[in-house]
Nanobody
Framework: QVQLVESGGGLVQPGGSLRLSCAAS????????MAWYRQAPGKQRELVAQ???????NYADSVKGRCTISRDNAKNTVYLQMNSLKPEDTAVYYC???????????????WGQGTQVTVSS
């Protein structure tokens, strides 16, 4: 069974930093795009950042300059370094991976269970 396991969330003061990690495990042949999304209470899930297998990145305007997404392809792991955190960054953060199980398979989406990030004094 393929799964994504996130870690690194928690409570942090405004201006602080957190590093989220997400590891994919199971029967995986390759992963194309890996991404972080977030969902705040009463709001829709939104893209925070994404990274291709070749390292091309894309960020939401709200986090540009404060967050850095990176990945370790050998470990099927994606990271999100978040700095200068603001109360409006409070949300559940979800990892997403677009993967296939074998060369002849189609790509499919996989989601992690989510990790809570709370920015508060």
């Amino acid at each position: 069974q393929v799964q994504l396991v996130e870690s690194g969330g928690g409570l942090v003061q405004p201006g602080g930093s957190l590093r989220l990690s997400c590891a994919a495990s199971g029967s995986i042949f390759s992963i194309s795009v890996m991404a972080w999304y977030r969902q705040a209470p009463g709001k829709q899930r939104e893209l925070v950042a994404q990274i291709s297998s070749g390292g091309t990145t894309n960020y939401a305007d709200s986090v540009k300059g404060r967050c850095t997404i990176s990945r370790d392809n050998a470990k099927n792991t994606v990271y999100l370094q978040m700095n200068s955190l603001k109360p409006e960054d409070t949300a559940v953060y979800y990892c997403n991976a677009n993967f296939r199980r074998n060369p002849g398979d189609y790509f499919r989406d996989l989601w992690g269970q989510g990790t809570q990030v709370t920015v508060s004094s």
